[in-house]
């Protein structure tokens, strides 16, 4: 067994330990579990879209990050909006979606999917290519101040720099109301294996919950909901023998419902 592997195990346990000691519920109620099984029988979905959701498990996904259908969210850079089908029914007329595009040239593509319901907020909040295929950083980003009850990632954050994920997360901690979560989900990479051609664009779970607790949050669950075991964390996530297979970690954040100040 391969050391993250090991990890993955342990992080599991540890969820099980931290939803018993806290009494946090591990599903969303059942009328948005509902809505999102409506929005996945939509005729408005593409067949292409259609044939990820066995890989993606959105209904256990979106009941794992405990969403319900009065929150307001914000989507992270939405790409081809898989989620956001999803998500944009499920909350309308009772919550919101928003989405932060985080690239320019994104948003064009993203206003002809036709989410009318979706608000697209902090266009002048970009993220910047670096030399690197892929890699981003975020000079400063700011998505407003309490204003969600729950911010989603869905395999962004491996295409970001250490401090444009430190940017990131702070703006996410200062956007969502006292008590919201933080859920993340993205491809994981061996647990303290230094960076390489294969694994830039991989993540390991551990510094990932030590870099987003470093922001404020306090780490709550994790799930092996899209666990891998053929994927042995060898290859990049693009290769042909692993992509839309990769081993992913999920895991859930929440903002302290009291948050200290700091003091000088």
């Not at 405990?66 to 029914?89: C, H, I, K």
């Not at 666990?227 to 042995?232: A, M, Q, T």
């Amino acid at each position: 067994m391969t050391r993250s592997k090991t990890w993955i195990g342990f992080l599991g346990a540890l969820a099980l330990m931290l939803a018993a000691s806290t009494g946090v519920a591990g599903e969303a109620g059942d009328d948005f579990s509902t809505r999102v099984r409506a929005a996945m029988a939509s005729e408005a979905r593409t067949p292409a879209e259609t044939t990820r959701d066995r890989n993606r498990k959105p209904v256990e996904t979106l009941a794992f990050f405990g969403l319900r259908a009065d929150m307001d969210v914000l989507e992270l850079v939405p790409g081809g909006g898989w989620y956001t089908r999803l998500l944009a029914p499920s909350l309308d007329g009772t919550g919101s979606l928003s989405a932060w595009v985080g690239v320019a040239r994104y948003a064009d593509r993203f206003a002809a999917l036709g989410f009318d319901s979706v608000e697209v907020i902090a266009p002048e909040t970009q993220l910047v290519a670096t030399e690197q295929r892929g890699i981003y950083e975020l000079p400063a980003a700011d998505f407003g101040r309490e204003a969600f009850d729950a911010v989603l990632t869905f395999r962004n954050l491996h295409n970001l720099t250490p401090a444009a994920r430190a940017t990131a997360n702070r703006a996410i901690f200062e956007a969502l109301r006292p008590g919201g979560v933080y859920g993340v989900v993205d491809h994981t990479r061996r647990h303290m294996q230094p960076d390489g051609p294969e694994n830039r664009r991989r993540l390991d779970p551990v510094r990932m919950i030590h870099e987003i607790e470093g922001a404020g949050f306090e780490f709550e669950a994790f799930s092996e909901l899209h666990y891998r075991l053929d994927d042995e964390l060898r290859y990049e996530v693009g290769r042909q023998s692993v992509t839309g297979n990769t081993d992913r970690f999920t895991l859930r954040f929440r903002k302290p419902r009291c948050v200290r100040q700091a003091t000088r």
